[in-house]
C-alpha cells in the first residue's frame, strides 16, 4: 500500500506481524507487546505524529503527558484470545522479538504481573 501510494519514501511500515521478501522501505515489526501492554504506541490515533530514530532505537510520539494520560483512561487491553493451556504459558513468559522471543528472562513467580499466575 506504500509503494502504491507513492509514499514509500516518507512513510514508514509499523506492524504487529513479520514482513514478507517483498518489503521495501523503513519498516518495524513486532510492536504487539507495546500495544497489548499500554504503552504509548498503543494510545495512537490517526494523524498522531511519531518519530523514529533508527541510530538511538526509539519511537516517540508527539504527544504531551497529560494527552497520554487521558487516553490511557479510556484505554483497554485487548481481550486475550488464549487463556489456558501451553500456549497461554508461552504467551506469558516469552520475551519480545527484539530479545529473542526466549522464555529464559522471565521468572515463573512474574506471571502474577499478569493476574493470572496458575
Given at each position: 500500500?506504500?509503494?502504491?501510494?507513492?509514499?514509500?519514501?516518507?512513510v514508514?511500515?509499523?506492524?504487529?506481524?513479520?514482513?514478507?521478501?517483498?518489503?521495501?522501505?523503513?519498516?518495524?515489526?513486532?510492536v504487539v507487546p507495546k500495544v497489548v501492554k499500554g504503552g504509548p504506541i498503543g494510545?495512537?490515533?490517526?494523524?498522531?505524529?511519531?518519530t523514529i530514530d533508527?541510530?538511538?532505537?526509539?519511537?516517540?510520539?508527539?504527544?504531551?503527558?497529560?494527552?497520554?494520560?487521558?487516553r490511557r483512561i479510556g484505554w483497554k487491553s485487548p481481550p486475550e484470545q488464549v487463556t489456558s493451556g501451553t500456549l497461554y504459558k508461552y504467551q506469558q513468559l516469552v520475551s519480545d522479538a527484539s530479545h529473542g522471543a526466549?522464555?529464559?528472562?522471565?521468572?515463573?513467580k512474574d506471571l502474577s504481573l499478569c493476574g493470572k499466575a496458575q
Open positions: 500500500m506504500i509503494l502504491g501510494a507513492e509514499i514509500g519514501n516518507d514508514a511500515c509499523l506492524t504487529d506481524g513479520r514482513f514478507s521478501g517483498g518489503t521495501h522501505g523503513f519498516c518495524l515489526s513486532h494510545l495512537l490515533k490517526d494523524g498522531d505524529v511519531i533508527a541510530e538511538a532505537n526509539t519511537l516517540e510520539v508527539a504527544l504531551t503527558e497529560e494527552e497520554l494520560k487521558t526466549v522464555t529464559g528472562l522471565l521468572d515463573i
